[in-house]
């Protein structure tokens, strides 16, 4: 092929006009045989059957279908074509004066949808040229978002393995350092005592940068899994200033827990457990003696933790960049200490992670306040018993708790729901018809998606035997039959708060 015949078959645009209408399939043919700029090369079909049968012999620049035809009515013609258009625009030609039919046409994938008498048929050229540009503009962003993604993959892998690969060194140096520091028989002078002092710091500090960036990493390319459930936000965050009390005594600062009991959250307790230590580790590092950090429960959002400080604050040049990790922002703290800058970023892939969001105010001079916020989610309970009277009791059991509860008769019919639908916890009975609970419990544990759901058995067997067993199987707690409420509510509640 010359150079000639390349270019003008460049000035081709292949339509397929699908028109049951004589008429109006000839004056569609006779406004596009009058183009200018390009020339149009038009193939006819009456119905969908003839334009499935040739759409899947050649591609064509675009289609021009008509919604209505003999074969196929409305909606349905729009999804049968675009399934096989492929990167082919499809510009709808249609009697139908609906607006609501021509939103759904483009929700479907229709690129453009055009009313018969209210449309200029001379505009119908650049119709055409304009839905063929704009797909050709969407296919090459898709193909730079993909190239992205990719590019940021293979750096999220370069760094997860050159922090691997750092790890082990700096394991030895700090592990023979720590030797040669903690030497008695053969103690070094003090000069050089004072050195390897130093050295153990920068490299203690190296290789906490190190373990931040491996989990950013992780979180980033989903190979670290988060395992979440309920809790109690109260305790997370008692549990997080214990972890801070010897350097908030050591600088004469009071550490507050001021959050809600019974503050019910759904997280990943350790990874959740990071995010409170670091922001209050954050928070003692820039307040000075007599200064407080308090962590409380805001008002109007029950699964949010706010820490408040009354330190020297963040300059407001800084706030936009804390939580990137690519933009170094650690400032020495009241006393000097150093720290990596991973840390806020690290908490803001956490949180966004579980589809929470961290955020920060402060003014300088006044102290900093940021709030990690979680999704709200509501406990759903599985009872499955064939029992009428068990289901009765423990729906009343769980009257006025805060919680959605499923009730199903099997553990078939608990088998198909866990399927499809999200649960947090199963109360399982085991003798019922078609599967008992030793087989739906087997099976939980044997699927993904459902092997970390706790479940509580409810039985009236007392056999050592029996709970030997549904332990072995995986089983989380086991309850006798007849339920007394006392003891029962606090055994669901180490599950679901």
């Given at each position: 092929?010359?150079?000639?015949?390349?270019?003008?078959?460049?000035?081709?645009?292949?339509?397929?006009?699908?028109?049951?209408?004589?008429?109006?399939?000839?004056?569609?043919?006779?406004?596009?045989?009058?183009?200018?700029?390009?020339?149009?090369?038009?193939?006819?079909?009456?119905?969908?059957?003839?334009?499935?049968?040739?759409?899947?012999?050649?591609?064509?620049?675009?289609?021009?279908?008509?919604?209505?035809?003999?074969?196929?009515?409305?909606?349905?013609?729009?999804?049968?074509?675009?399934?096989?258009?492929?990167?082919?625009?499809?510009?709808?030609?249609?009697?139908?004066?609906?607006?609501?039919?021509?939103?759904?046409?483009?929700?479907?994938?229709?690129?453009?949808?055009?009313?018969?008498?209210?449309?200029?048929?001379?505009?119908?050229?650049?119709?055409?040229?304009?839905?063929?540009?704009?797909?050709?503009?969407?296919?090459?962003?898709?193909?730079?978002?993909?190239?992205?993604?990719?590019?940021?993959?293979?750096?999220?892998?370069?760094?997860?393995?050159?922090?691997?690969?750092?790890?082990?060194?700096?394991?030895?140096?700090?592990?023979?350092?720590?030797?040669?520091?903690?030497?008695?028989?053969?103690?070094?002078?003090?000069?050089?005592?004072?050195?390897?002092?130093?050295?153990?710091?920068?490299?203690?500090?190296?290789?906490?940068?190190?373990?931040?960036?491996?989990?950013?990493?992780?979180?980033?390319?989903?190979?670290?899994?988060?395992?979440?459930?309920?809790?109690?936000?109260?305790?997370?965050?008692?549990?997080?200033?214990?972890?801070?009390?010897?350097?908030?005594?050591?600088?004469?600062?009071?550490?507050?827990?001021?959050?809600?009991?019974?503050?019910?959250?759904?997280?990943?307790?350790?990874?959740?457990?990071?995010?409170?230590?670091?922001?209050?580790?954050?928070?003692?590092?820039?307040?000075?003696?007599?200064?407080?950090?308090?962590?409380?429960?805001?008002?109007?959002?029950?699964?949010?933790?706010?820490?408040?400080?009354?330190?020297?604050?963040?300059?407001?040049?800084?706030?936009?960049?804390?939580?990137?990790?690519?933009?170094?922002?650690?400032?020495?703290?009241?006393?000097?200490?150093?720290?990596?800058?991973?840390g806020l970023p690290f908490c803001h892939e956490i949180m966004a992670a579980h589809g929470g969001s961290i955020s920060v105010e402060s003014v300088e001079g006044k102290g900093a306040v940021f709030c990690v916020k979680l999704p709200d989610v509501k406990p759903k309970v599985l009872l499955v018993?064939?029992?009428?009277?068990?289901?009765?009791?423990?729906?009343?059991?769980?009257?006025?708790?805060?919680?959605?509860?499923?009730?199903?008769?099997?553990?078939?019919?608990?088998?198909?729901?866990?399927?499809?639908?999200?649960?947090?916890?199963?109360?399982?009975?085991?003798?019922m018809p078609e599967l008992d609970g030793f087989q739906t419990l087997e099976h939980m544990r044997s699927v993904y998606a459902t092997k970390n759901i706790p479940v509580i058995i409810i039985s009236v067997d007392k056999n050592i035997e029996t709970r030997d067993k549904v332990f072995q199987l995986g089983a989380n707690d086991f309850v006798n039959k007849p339920i007394l409420k006392e003891?029962?509510?606090?055994?669901?509640?180490?599950?679901?708060?």
């Open positions: 092929m010359d150079e000639n015949q390349a270019n003008n078959d460049r000035n081709v645009i292949k339509v397929l006009l699908v028109e049951d209408s004589a008429f109006d399939a000839e004056l569609v043919n006779s406004v596009l045989s009058l183009a200018v700029a390009v020339k149009f090369e038009n193939t006819h079909v009456d119905s969908l059957g003839a334009a499935v049968d040739i759409l899947n012999q050649q591609r064509f620049d675009a289609v021009l279908l008509d919604m209505f035809l003999p074969d196929s009515k409305g909606i349905d013609t729009i999804k049968s074509v675009k399934k096989l258009s492929g990167d082919s625009p499809v510009v709808i030609l249609s009697a139908a004066k609906d607006t609501e039919l021509a939103v759904q046409a483009l929700k479907e994938g229709a690129d453009d949808f055009l009313v018969k008498g209210q449309t200029k048929l001379s505009n119908l050229p650049r119709v055409i040229r304009y839905a063929i540009e704009r797909m050709r503009i969407k296919l090459e962003l898709a193909e730079a978002r993909k190239e992205a993604e990719e590019a940021t993959k293979l750096k999220d892998k370069f760094v997860s393995l050159v922090a691997h690969d750092l790890k082990s060194p700096f394991a030895a140096i700090l592990g023979l350092l720590s030797i040669i520091d903690e030497d008695k028989e053969n103690p070094v002078h003090p000069y050089h005592k004072e050195l390897i002092g130093n050295i153990l710091e920068s490299a203690r500090r190296q290789t906490g940068m190190i373990n931040e960036l491996l989990n950013i990493s992780r979180l980033q390319t989903g190979q670290m899994t988060l395992e979440k459930r309920f809790m109690d936000a109260q305790i997370i965050a008692h549990s997080a200033i214990s972890g801070a009390q010897y350097l908030a005594d050591k600088k004469g600062v009071v550490l507050r827990n001021d959050v809600k009991p019974g503050s019910r959250i759904y997280a990943d307790l350790d990874l959740y457990l990071e995010v409170l230590k670091n922001l209050i580790t954050n928070s003692v590092k820039f307040t000075n003696r007599g200064d407080e950090v308090r962590l409380y429960t805001p008002d109007a959002d029950k699964t949010s933790i706010i820490v408040e400080d009354t330190g020297v604050g963040i300059p407001e040049k800084i706030l936009p960049k804390l939580f990137k990790h690519e933009v170094k922002t650690s400032t020495p703290g009241t006393n000097g200490e150093k720290g990596t800058g991973l018993d064939d029992d009428v009277s068990i289901q009765r009791l423990i729906k009343s059991f769980l009257k006025g708790i805060d919680i959605d509860i499923v009730v199903l008769d099997n553990g078939r019919k608990a088998i198909d729901f866990l399927e499809n639908n999200t649960c947090h916890l199963v109360l399982l009975d085991l003798i003891d029962f509510i606090p055994r669901m509640r180490r599950f679901i708060c």
